[in-house]
């Protein structure tokens, strides 16, 4: 039925074209009265084709077919319509014109709020000009210039394309409009090479189809993926997402990767399914998976992985971070795993991992029957503890291990974890909980010097003013750079006491900002500011700032300098646990009230933890603690997580909260 209803059509536009020229079947297909039109009609500009294939998209027609004309098609961005299908006939080359693509998020073509769009191709390639947006002298950095950005559109078919080399992804699947998610987006028969950031980067979908698609050799900018769903929020959903028959090789990072830290118990749960796909030829990680690590920052839901096969990857085949036991589940059906960090015989080729900011244990993970071949004498399985105490729980699976013409079984088992993997060791005191606490400034609070260096969070926190009704609060942001990491504005808003929203103002990237509000009411506020994987620090002008480690131990980037914390009256026992991430690494001292230093480890990597055994102080006491470079290893990532005190430090004492 469908072969005869475009046998109609043809035979429709021959007749057409034997009775007018181009202008004329142009005004037929805006009138409706050709069910398809070519392209070429608008005309054919090979130096900039821009305004004639745009015309031709604007033109209504239901069928576009951008026709072959010996010459690739060179654009500027396009944009899409509603209700149309867009034939790139065989051999079509549609080509960012050079020096164009100047905005950051200037991508090949776009489909913003739209519905009913079909981008169908044969042997057809969509590509930009990965290398001249990798020039500093020809463009300022972003990693936003897709190939086909797809936000907030129902609908949605691309099949038998090749979109590469962008500043970007290949395809990008965002939000346009909050709350309004990507709802039947089918992507087939589909090659994503040579893109800037990632293969497909999914930011928001329901019901995604992704089949027999090939990613390979991205790089440019992190996380380089072969494919990355990473919501920038918890309203953004992962729903009814299926992978069939994909094949990731060759990117500088993850085959497939998972970031979901930014959906937390309340986000819709997910349900996101793995089909007969592979990992092959030296992707860093074949498969990752991070969420949140708290109860209430870890999203519900499922993730599937069956039949697939992950080969050869740099590093470890599969990596699950901060995932705790209560969130997602994530479960693994027959799958394999082939010789990983064949050169690295102490990495495991599975490994789950406890990062910067977990306090939970990592778990919830059940491995199924998976084959493992490796040729190098190592543990299949590993637990990496950069935090210490956590632990894991909930780890089921059975590893069938291949190597060197025997097989060895290894079952996970709880009591097998306890004793392979058994926690760090040191003295368990529980953070403080602020629940249904008041928190107050300290009534006197000492003068003592105030660090003028920046004190930077990595990733972002929550800052703590306290205000009266009426006063204006000055503060300074300043939102910094990692490494090559791209950007971009970040808003501030305050949270009164009573729970009102404030908006603050923005800062852009990489800049800082003055901002100001008015105190609708006494009390404290508190900053959220977002602005991962970069950095953010808060000058207090007007009034002391303190940075809170109530939902999660603080983050720092670099020797932070002196911070101050308050060991209230009447506390009996309190620690301060240091560590670097992932290996990083810092120097911390502590000092007591009157100044006298009283402990200091240097080139911490692990956790270590000050907890002195003294006794319970008749009064408020503001202590200080020194986060500086270490004498071995560089100065990155560090993290501080105060138990059994107020989970506050600050560049001024008269920062600082007791909790009553």
Not at 57 to 71: E, P, Y
Not at 260 to 281: G, K, T, W
Request: hydrophobic share 40%.
């Amino acid at each position: 039925m469908k072969q005869a209803k475009l046998w109609l059509a043809a035979v429709l536009v021959g007749a057409a074209s034997m009775a007018a020229g181009p202008a004329e079947w142009i005004e037929q297909a805006k009138r409706g009265e050709l069910p398809e039109a070519k392209a070429s009609w608008w005309g054919f500009d090979a130096a900039d084709a821009t305004e004639a294939l745009q015309a031709a998209i604007d033109s209504g027609v239901r069928r576009l077919v951008v026709d072959n004309v010996g010459k690739p098609w060179i654009v500027r961005p396009l944009v899409l319509a509603s209700n149309q299908t867009v034939v790139f006939a065989k051999g079509v080359v549609v080509e960012a014109k050079e020096e164009e693509f100047k905005g950051g998020t200037d991508s090949l073509f776009r489909i913003d709020l739209k519905e009913n769009v079909e981008l169908v191709g044969e042997d057809a390639i969509l590509q930009m000009r990965r290398a001249d947006y990798d020039n500093p002298a020809l463009y300022k950095k972003a990693e936003w210039r897709h190939v086909l950005c797809i936000r907030s559109s129902k609908n949605v078919t691309v099949s038998g394309l090749t979109l590469a080399l962008s500043g970007g992804d290949g395809i990008y699947l965002g939000v346009a409009k909050k709350g309004v998610t990507n709802e039947n987006v089918t992507i087939r028969n589909v090659v994503c090479d040579r893109n800037y950031r990632q293969g497909i980067s999914v930011i928001s979908a329901r019901h995604l189809l992704i089949e027999n698609v090939v990613m390979k050799d991205t790089g440019g900018t992190a996380p380089a993926a072969g494919i990355d769903f990473e919501p920038n929020g918890p309203s953004e959903e992962l729903v009814d997402c299926v992978m069939r028959n994909c094949v990731a090789e060759s990117n500088q990072g993850c085959g497939y990767v998972l970031y979901l830290p930014n959906l937390h118990r309340d986000s819709a749960p997910i349900s996101i399914r793995l089909e007969n796909c592979i990992s092959r030829n030296g992707n860093r990680t074949d498969f990752a998976f991070i969420t949140g690590n708290s109860e209430a920052e870890a999203v519900l839901g499922t993730m599937d992985v069956a039949n697939c096969r992950f080969e050869k990857a740099v590093g470890s085949a599969i990596s699950i971070e901060r995932k705790p036991a209560t969130g997602a589940a994530v479960r693994f059906v027959d799958c394999v795993v082939d010789s990983p960090a064949a050169d690295r015989p102490t990495v495991a080729p599975v490994v789950v991992r406890s990062k910067a900011g977990s306090r939970e244990s990592v778990g919830g993970i059940d491995f199924g029957e998976m084959m493992v071949i490796d040729p190098v004498e190592r543990p299949v399985f590993g637990y990496e503890d950069w935090v210490g105490g956590s632990g894991v729980q909930s780890l089921r699976g059975t590893f069938h291990i291949q190597r060197n013409g025997q097989e060895e079984t290894v079952a996970l088992t709880q009591e097998w974890l306890a004793k392979t993997f058994p926690p760090r060791t040191y003295k368990q005191i529980p953070p403080l909980s602020l629940e249904g606490k008041t928190l107050v400034p300290l009534a006197a609070a000492p003068e003592l010097p105030v660090a003028e260096e920046d004190c930077f969070v990595r990733r972002g926190g929550t800052f703590v003013v306290y205000a009266r009704q009426g006063e204006t609060v000055a503060l300074r942001v300043k939102l910094g750079q990692v490494g090559r990491y791209s950007g971009k504005t970040m808003p501030v808003t305050a949270v009164a006491p009573s729970g009102a929203k404030i908006n603050v103002g923005e800062v852009p990237f990489p800049e800082e900002a003055e901002l100001s509000f008015a105190a609708p009411e006494t009390g404290l506020y508190r900053l959220t500011l977002a602005c991962s994987p970069n950095r953010v620090a808060v000058t207090g002008v007007s009034h002391p700032v303190a940075i809170s480690g109530d939902k999660a131990p603080i983050s720092f980037i670099g020797a932070a300098g002196d911070l101050y914390f308050l060991l209230p009256a009447g506390t009996k026992e309190f620690g301060v646990l240091v560590y670097g991430d992932a290996g990083e690494a810092v120097k911390a001292t502590v000092f007591d009230p009157a100044g006298q230093q009283v402990w200091e480890e240097d080139t911490i990597t692990l956790p270590v933890q000050f907890a002195p055994d003294r006794p319970a102080p008749a009064m408020d006491e503001v202590w200080r603690l020194r986060l500086s470079k270490p004498s071995a290893l560089a100065c990155e990532d560090n993290c501080v997580d105060l138990r059994g005190i107020p989970p506050f430090l600050a560049r001024d004492p008269k920062g600082l909260f007791r909790a009553e």
